[in-house]
């Protein structure tokens, strides 16, 4: 194959980049759901004829899926004609589909009979049908509960519908005509990338084109090796927590040990809990260099050199370790849809692992996105039925070496745009009471966090139903580094300020009455260094903006505010007074109390146990083997030991008294 000099690659790139943008526009300007046109949840980009994704969008849509795959899913189809595109919105189906929500496509672009690209591109759609609207909560258990799932199919031969398939799809789903809108929306899409890639090969000839995008993808993998070898070498674990693991159940772990060599990385999970009886499983399939897996480690790279040009060939740094039957690796039909909390978790995860690598250089814990809010109700002059997503409620960036992070969208949910008011006024039968940012929600540090999101709706219609997927950090929190406070948690209140109050914790799914108000609010990012080192005249102004509390401003600060700005010398003897009363230990994170108070009893060594048994146990037992373990060393209270031996006297127990356990075991 030939070699392409650099000038012409770099024209190259860059028409391959505006190709995807293309795809993109037209995408965003021709979708019905508000969901794809205004929060922007979907894809596009070039393949190789491998699948090896070698050109995204940088401006519009989800920055998740730089190194998505799409090879299993086109080696699922049979054959090709020119005109065909293909879809799957099956999460088991080759893996490239993450949640059944997600609706993939792919079309193949021909050259003189050879397949020589393809388009590719994937939307979220609203509602797929299912056991709840917008199909995704965290009490449903397995996949088939999650809507109607498609394997790779052809939805377009050579140039033709295949109304039959089309025709399955819309009816099991609670709004078609927006299904059907989007649809063709990404088959528009799809042609104008074909279209596209055409225009350069009429432009380059189909030999620089073809050797081009092969050297595009060499090109990523270069830098990112590049930006690898600046870090030093070392292995670093760093463990994080989804609140819990299924309703009302027991913190889900998530667990990675970074070993960095040269320039490589490896990623093992090895310590993670196993799959659970709740849809926060990530569908891998194993597969070492997944999508889901390499988001965090685009984001690490990207922000560590930002001229890193972004595609699959990235990911070829790196390899992952994914145990079986685990939430990073489940086995069909676990449910999957909330993957995408448990994927902006495992992105703190990475985050973190990296950090100690590079503190000096990269942030603190984002708030790591917060619910995403859907609407199922009816409109009252037409009695017409309305499912809608009202918007993302996020939070910020972490505070980084630099400065502080985005306040309300920032890190890695900033892709994911707001709903103005006006028009989910307009669209749904909603009263929107508050729309705004959350005071103290942000970590203090020297850099403060991005602060929280928060929204008051009210409902007019009865048995309104709202889904609020992605509900934690109620418990725990985003961390802060190098003296770096942790952010404020989230919250998700039913009628606030009155005497029916209720604190909705993470519960997802429920219906309301006309009148009843909702109040929901994402949690806040982590600090990074120490507050009481912040510059004073940064205090006030977050205090004028009311982004920070005058309470806030005087403990976590050690800021003496007068009339409207702070008195120095106050100040200095404040700030020494605080600094003289913490901790003098060196803590490179603060993970914030409750968590404290978690790994106090389930620290590593605990934990490393609770690993090796569950590992040694039938993947359907496992999820009910970790919660007996969890009962029954908690029982002991005070008690308890720090040394895993609990844990094993607690299995040993369980062996004992379910006999079936031990067949299952020796099958």
Known sequence: MMTIDKVTLEILKNHCRAAAESMAYTLYRTAHSTFVKETEDFTTGLTTPQGETFATPVELGATWFVGLNYQTVIS???????????????????????????????????????IVCFVVGHIHN???????????????????QEGIRIPPSKVVRAGVFNQELIDVMLTNVRMPEQNWGDLKAQIAAMNTGERRVHEMIGKFGIEIFKAGITELLDYAEAQARAIVASLPDGEYFFADYMDEDAPDGYPCRLALTLRIKCEEVELDFTGTDPQIESSINMPTGGQERHALLMVGLIYVLYSLDTSLFLNSGVCRVARSVLPKGTVVNPHFPAAVGLRTLSVQRLMGLIFGAFVQAAPARLPSCPASGGPIMNVNTIENRTGRRVVAAIGPITGGA??????????????NSGFLKNTPVEINEAEVPMKVLRYGLTPDSGGPGKYRGGLAIQMRFQA??????????????????????????????SSFILNPDGNRERDLGNIDFLSIGPGEIIQVASGGAGGWGDPLERDPDLVVLDVA?????????????????????????????????????????????????????????????????????????????????????????????????????????????????????RIAMST
């Open 76 to 114: 699922m189809i049979g054959s090709y004609d020119e005109g065909d595109i293909c879809m799957t919105n099956d999460p088991y189906s080759g893996h490239v589909c993450t949640h059944s929500p997600d609706m993939h496509v792919w079309k193949p672009v021909f050259h003189e009979d050879e």
């Open 126 to 144: 609203t509602d797929v049908g299912g056991a709840v609207p917008a199909s995704i909560s965290r009490t449903l258990s397995e996949v088939h």
């Open 398 to 411: 972490g505070g980084n070496p630099f400065g502080d992070g985005s306040d309300g969208s920032g890190g």
């Open 460 to 489: 007019q219609a009865p048995n309104t139903r709202v889904t609020a997927r992605n509900r934690d950090w109620t418990v725990f929190n985003a961390w802060g580094v190098l003296g770096g406070r942790p952010g404020g948690n």
């Open 545 to 661: 903006r009311g982004f920070v509390s005058a309470e806030s401003a005087e403990w976590d600060y050690g800021l003496v505010l007068a009339n409207g700005t702070f008195d120095p010398t106050a100040t200095q003897k404040r700030r020494a007074e605080l600094a003289a009363t913490r901790s003098k230990e060196e803590r490179f994170f603060d993970f914030g109390p409750n968590r404290t108070a978690f790994e106090d009893l389930w620290n590593y060594r605990n934990y490393a146990a609770l690993t090796e048994l569950l590992m040694l146990t039938p993947v359907h037992w496992r999820f009910f083997v970790k919660h007996r373990i969890f009962e029954a060393v908690e029982a002991l209270g005070e008690e308890a030991r720090q040394d895993g031996s609990d844990v094993r006297t607690a299995h040993a127990r369980i062996l004992d008294e379910f006999p079936q356990l």
